[in-house]
């Protein structure tokens, strides 16, 4: 695989960043070029170099199993990393990923941005973005505090699939309202990246790539990125944005950072429950089950769990865009979406064990369902379960990423 010199080009109110992307076998199917896109405003602090594209494009490139040649400025740090950054990924998925060779043709430590110290936080409008951006403000006082100046809203990652253009427009304009509320700054970016990843990756193991990737075209002016981890330290599974992997794909002056890795989500959820903000714009949905540009369904396995989590906290009516109250049924939606493994469904019963002994019951009930579901999702004949997850599983978003993003504009 080669990564050709990336380019800049200014047009239709965007500045992009954009690089050529040649395999040698032809049959693989992946697009000609990963593009990055950013309001023109932003045209004077865009990167050139090949670190945003090597740090989106290396996972890819270890399932298709060639080496990869950058032909753009390169970061010696980006490049030194990458050995332990493909060792970790191979170790965890070493049926989806075989360690390649780079060989980088002009390596070339990044320049400090314009202003250093200026730090950007991926948000998404979920709980852990909201809690990752209110630790940041509202800071302990007797600690100093990020300068965070920026949030980072991507079009294109697993939240939002780049067909969904109304969709994305839409929370981009209420996500401005809100940093602009907060005296900060929302980029409202895009990119193709999960064009490449589709079919081949899943969500999980990819879910930084789009942010760092996206954070380092603009690291003439950010220092680095905060990047909320939705999972535990005790729990860490396959997953990335964590606080294993991100901080490797860092260069001379930009470094990725890992935030709330210590905390249940139901303590982040506590945390940001009386917030103003994430009383009016908290999303947690799945993004890619619908179109509909309402930020939560209120009905699918993340806006469930959520639910509980609030109505266990006796704080879902204080969510403006999450649908109250939680009745027997939602217990029973909740089982039939459950995920053993992550650790939230303990989280709940422990919380219930502890704080709140009267929905001990329904939780138990709901356990009941969804371990028996994880059972027959686990031992059943394929054949069976196919039949079985038509009605318990949200499906397989994938081929909604593969799509050209052109091919839903009017």
């Known amino acids: 695989m080669i990564i050709h010199e990336p380019e800049i080009i200014l047009a239709g109110g965007e500045i992009t960043i954009q690089a050529r992307i040649e395999t040698k076998n032809s049959t693989i199917g992946l697009p000609e070029f990963l593009w990055f896109k950013y309001p023109e405003r932003f045209q004077t602090v865009v990167s050139d170099r ?38 970790i990924f191979s170790r965890w998925l070493p049926n989806v990923f075989s360690p390649i060779r780079i060989n980088p043709t002009n390596l070339s430590p990044a320049h400090p941005p314009e202003i250093v110290g200026q ?17 940041a403000l509202l800071a302990d006082p007797s600690k100093p505090s990020w300068s965070i100046r920026y949030g980072l809203f991507i079009h294109g990652t697993a939240d939002i699939p780049l067909i969904y253009h109304e969709k994305y427009e839409v929370l981009a304009k209420q996500y401005t309202a809100l940093y602009n509320e907060l005296g900060l700054e929302l980029i409202a970016a895009r990119t193709n990246l999960m064009q490449f990843s589709a079919n081949r990756i899943a969500f999980n193991p990819f879910l930084e790539a789009p942010i760092i990737g996206c954070a380092l075209g603009l690291s003439p002016l950010l220092s680095g990125i905060f990047m909320p981890s939705g999972r535990r330290y005790e ?60 930020p939560n369904c209120s009905h699918c396995e993340k806006c469930t769990r959520t639910r509980l989590d609030l109505y266990m906290l006796g704080k879902l009516k204080n969510i403006s865009t999450l649908e109250h109250p939680f009745s027997l049924k939602d217990f029973l939606v909740w ?17 219930a064990l502890h704080k709140r002994k009267d929905l001990l019951p329904p939780v138990l009930i709901g356990l009941l369902i969804g371990f028996t579901r994880y059972l027959l999702h686990r031992f059943l004949p394929l054949w069976l379960k196919k039949q079985i997850y038509k009605f318990t599983s949200p499906g397989n978003p994938h081929q909604l990423f593969a799509q050209d993003p052109d091919s839903k504009k009017a």
Request: glycine content about 8%; charged content about 20%.
């Open 235 to 294: 729990r860490y599974r396959v997953t990335s944005t964590g606080p294993i992997t991100g901080h490797l794909l860092s260069t001379e002056t930009f470094e990725p950072s890992s935030s709330g890795a210590a905390f249940t989500r139901i303590r982040k959820t506590q945390a940001i429950a009386d917030w103003a903000p994430a009383q009016k714009y908290l999303r947690v949905c799945l993004g890619f089950n619908s179109e509909r540009t309402e």
């Open 335 to 351: 089982a039939r979406w459950m995920d053993f493994g992550y650790g939230f469904e303990i989280d709940a019963l422990n919380f």
């Open 50 to 87: 090949a670190d945003p594209f090597l740090s989106a494009l290396i996972l890819v490139a270890m399932t298709v199993g060639e080496d990869l040649e950058c032909k753009g400025a390169l970061s010696p740090r980006l490049f030194y990393a990458m050995d332990e950054y493909q060792q």
């Open 119 to 135: 730090y950007a936080s991926a948000f998404s409008g979920g709980v852990d973005s909201f809690f990752t951006l209110k630790q």
